[in-house]
């Protein structure tokens, strides 16, 4: 289960398919496909990355948990 204030460890983006990669701490990873290059930068950029990915991606892009 995604828990949106969990640190968040680790980003990726992939631009050409516009997937988000999520990696939190304890390792739990994300992918949240159709996510636009802008929202990407803008979740580099937030003071606080774990507001914004409440507030921005959680429970707004389609997403699949990877396995490890």
């Known amino acids: 289960m995604l828990t949106p204030t969990a640190d968040i460890e680790d980003i990726a983006y992939d631009a050409?398919?516009?997937?988000?990669?999520?990696?939190?701490?304890?390792?739990d990873a994300y992918?949240?496909?159709?996510?636009?290059?802008?929202v990407h930068r803008s979740f580099l950029d937030a003071e606080s990355?774990?507001?914004?990915f409440a507030d921005r991606i959680c429970d707004r892009y389609p997403y699949n948990r990877l396995e490890a």
Do not use: N, Q, S
């Open 49 to 52: 990355r774990a507001g914004f």
């Open 16 to 27: 050409d398919r516009a997937k988000l990669m999520v990696r939190f701490a304890g390792g």
């Open 31 to 38: 992918v949240y496909v159709g996510v636009p290059g802008e």
